[in-house]
T-cell receptor, first 114, second 113 residues
Framework: DTEVTQTPKHLVMGMTNKKSLKCEQHMGHRAMYWYKQKAKKPPELMFVYSYEKLSINESVPSRFSPECPNSSLLNLHLHALQPEDSALYLC?????????????FGEGSWLTVV | AQSVTQPDIHITVSEGASLELRCNYSYGATPYLFWYVQSPGQGLQLLLKYFSGDTLVQGIKGFEAEFKRSQSSFNLRKPSVHWSDAAEYFCAGGSNTGNQFYFGTGTSLTVIP
């Protein structure tokens, strides 16, 4: 089973709202990722958690706040977003961050900021 | 700098024709490489991967790719394209000298009847 589950699939939020995206995997993977993808563009890395610790933050604005409650769950808390933050947010996981570790992606959460 | 390049932004093929999508990498060390496919409105699905061993790798949905170190390439091929193969294809990879993972810019595939 190579499944990464993301909820919700679609989210519409106002610029003053607080919402969260959730991601879950049960593959025993110890690395989890958040990517942002705009239409017709490749995914852009936002955050990486390794063994439940934040290991990479690609200079993401503080209105995006990641959280890794345990090795299977990854959240992305959203607050005071801008319309340009509307995008597909992809969660992914891998066994580790080592050579050859395959990154498996979820179906994504479509976010629209109004 | 380490990178992955997909020279073709968009490719159109007829159903039943053969397909080759190009991917070039720039790594000084030993690379590992992947091909992902993304259908409209979907996440990324892994087609195949290479990190050592046989340079011709088989993937799902009838795809294969060949790692050619001399040409710094990892091109994706399929002998006969189906209409359902229309999608965005991303080449991606990393190397054994770092833990960063890079995506190419993607190739959009259109299949005409």
């Amino acid at each position: 089973d190579t499944e990464v589950t993301q909820t919700p699939k679609h989210l519409v939020m106002g610029m003053t709202n607080k919402k969260s995206l959730k991601c879950e995997q049960h593959m025993g993977h110890r690395a989890m990722y958040w990517y942002k993808q705009k239409a017709k563009k490749p995914p852009e890395l936002m955050f990486v958690y390794s063994y439940e610790k934040l290991s990479i933050n690609e200079s993401v604005p503080s209105r995006f706040s990641p959280e890794c409650p345990n090795s299977s769950l990854l959240n992305l808390h959203l607050h005071a977003l801008q319309p340009e933050d509307s995008a597909l947010y992809l969660c992914a996981s891998s066994r580790g961050q080592g050579y050859g570790d395959t990154i498996y992606f979820g179906e994504g959460s479509w976010l629209t900021v109004v | 700098a380490q990178s992955v390049t997909q020279p073709d932004i968009h490719i159109t093929v007829s159903e039943g024709a053969s397909l080759e999508l190009r991917c070039n990498y720039s790594y000084g060390a030993t690379p590992y490489l992947f091909w992902y496919v993304q259908s409209p409105g979907q996440g990324l699905q892994l087609l195949l991967k290479y990190f050592s061993g046989d340079t011709l790798v088989q993937g799902i949905k009838g795809f294969e790719a060949e790692f050619k170190r001399s040409q710094s390439s990892f091109n994706l091929r399929k002998p006969s394209v189906h209409w359902s193969d229309a999608a965005e294809y991303f080449c991606a990879g990393g190397s054994n000298t770092g833990n960063q993972f890079y995506f190419g810019t993607g190739t959009s595939l259109t299949v005409i009847p």
